[in-house]
């Protein structure tokens, strides 16, 4: 797939967020590599599908104003490397983008997978 087509799905996937939270999403950068960097890898695993780097909602004061914006990493050819067609790209995209977005918002890997099986 295209690095163009797979910035659409993934640009598709933010817009299917829900109103309140696409509201509340700020100052956050969403970054498509081909794969993790190498140190990254070797800490979380070579197969990522994504990362988000930044302090979650959750955990930030009122006095809390961060110079640069959080990232969230989406990794394209982990996630080719999962789908067998383009539509198993969209879903897993889909699901990767919210994960991610959860980890911003500040829930645990608990709430994102009860997330993740409703939909």
């Known amino acids: ?3 163009a087509r797979f910035e659409r799905l993934v640009d598709e996937a933010l817009q299917e967020l829900p109103e309140v939270f696409r509201r509340r ?4 950068l969403i970054v498509i590599q ?3 960097d190498p140190q990254i890898a070797r800490e979380l695993g070579h197969d990522l599908l994504g990362l988000y780097q930044g302090t979650p ?3 930030r004061s009122v006095f809390h104003e961060p110079l640069e914006p959080d990232i969230i990493y989406i990794y394209q050819k982990n996630i080719e490397a999962l789908s067998d067609s383009e539509e198993e790209i969209r879903r897993q995209v889909r699901i990767t983008v919210m994960h991610e977005i959860g980890h911003y918002f500040g829930l645990d890997e608990a709430q994102l997978e009860a997330l993740e099986d409703d939909t």
């Open 1 to 3: 797939m295209t690095r």
């Open 25 to 28: 999403l700020q100052n956050v």
């Open 34 to 36: 081909d794969v993790p």
């Open 57 to 59: 909602l959750t955990e």
